[in-house]
Nanobody, 124 residues
């Protein structure tokens, strides 16, 4: 069982930045992947990025490469999503998720645990 809590969303102007956090409540995150997904109004939930606690690797969707960065604080079991150069098309509810580790980090249906989501709105 993994409980996830996201925070850090808000309203920013195009070109601005936000940092989202995802705090995990579990005994250990070893062998887990932490994923970030987003869902814009009227669209399907899509992969944004992921972090492997075991390997320390990060992965990003092409749409956010170079703009978004995932980092973590081990002691706090927290993963961050730093979002820079935000554009209106980034507007969505952002979710963090967790799954037992595998290389299928980009697949939504692989993740068993989800946070409540945090709204990110980017104005033009």
């Amino acid at each position: 069982q993994v409980l996830l809590v996201e925070s850090g969303g808000g309203l920013v102007q195009a070109g601005g930045s936000l940092r989202l956090s995802c705090a995990a409540s579990t005994r250990t995150l070893r062998n887990y992947y932490m994923g970030w997904f987003r869902q814009a109004s009227g669209k399907e939930r899509e992969f944004v990025g992921a972090f492997s606690w075991t390997a320390g690797n990060t992965y990003y969707a092409d749409s956010v490469k170079g703009r978004f960065t995932i980092s973590k604080v081990n002691a706090q079991k927290t993963v961050y999503l730093q979002m820079n150069s935000l554009q209106p098309e980034d507007t969505a509810v952002y979710y963090c998720a967790a799954k037992i580790g595998s290389y299928h980090y980009h697949r939504r249906d692989e993740y068993a645990y989800w946070g409540q989501g945090t709204q990110v709105t980017v104005s033009s």
